[in-house]
């Protein structure tokens, strides 16, 4: 069964660092991974989407990386604004499971 | 990518009733997914809804307690059914990824049984 995992569970750092959360998956056997963006009590925004063939994406301030090998991806916040302020959400599809496996998050806040 | 119209957004409801949500997508969907984020948790896969058959349930999750319809392509509920506080979670639909965007998601509906 899947399992992912996400590092650190919360992080509070000033406005402007650059920083990085972790994702680790136990099957290698994945289609894609998805990093989400959730607000207090809201629904999930995607922020990027890797293939398992992709090694990263990109989107403004964002970048995700995929080792599927070594079942690790990262995602990198450069600039960190309090708008960036949520709880992320890395989730993986595929090792055996239908739909997406979430992890438990990281929750984020930017203080001013 | 696909947008999806879900409500309600919230709801307070009595132990023992029922509530239905509802989720609309903008364009056909062969496959629909029901997750349950229970407080403090992250996101756990109900069951999966193709249109014309029985949903698919996971482990730990029966369809007496949580029927789904999937009437066509662009639409499908969940119901909560016997509620009791334990049910007091967020409740999100989701429509299969494509290459490009990955999955989408409703704006969920936190319901809170009392």
């Known amino acids: 069964k899947q399992e992912v995992t996400q590092i650190p569970a919360a992080l509070s750092v000033p406005e402007g660092e650059n920083l990085v959360l972790n994702c680790s998956f136990t099957d290698s056997a994945i289609y894609n991974l998805q990093w989400f963006r959730q607000d207090p009590g809201k629904g999930l925004t995607s922020l990027l989407l890797i293939q398992s063939s992709q090694r990263e994406q990109t989107s403004g301030r964002l970048n995700a990386s995929l080792d599927k090998s070594s079942g690790r991806s990262t995602l990198y916040i450069a600039a960190s604004q309090p708008g960036d302020s949520a709880t992320y959400l890395c989730a993986v599809l595929g090792g055996g499971a239908d739909g997406l496996t979430f992890g438990k998050g990281t929750h984020l806040i930017i203080q001013p | 990518s696909a947008v999806i119209s879900q409500k309600p957004s919230r709801d307070i409801c009595q132990r023992g009733t029922s509530l239905t949500i509802q989720c609309q997508v903008d364009?056909?969907?062969?496959?629909m997914f029901w997750y349950r984020q229970q407080p403090g948790q992250s996101l756990t896969l109900i069951a999966t809804?193709?249109?014309?058959?029985?949903?698919?349930?996971e482990s730990g999750f029966v369809i007496d307690k949580f029927p789904i319809s999937r009437p066509n392509l662009t639409f499908s509920t969940l119901t909560v059914s016997n509620m009791s506080p334990e049910d007091s979670s967020i409740y999100l639909c989701?429509?299969?990824?494509?290459?490009?965007?990955?999955?989408?998601f409703g704006s969920g509906t936190r319901l809170t049984v009392v």
């Open positions: 989701s429509v299969e990824g494509t290459a490009t965007f990955g999955y989408t």
């Open positions: 809804a193709n249109q014309g058959s029985e949903a698919t349930y």
């Open positions: 364009s056909q969907v062969t496959m």
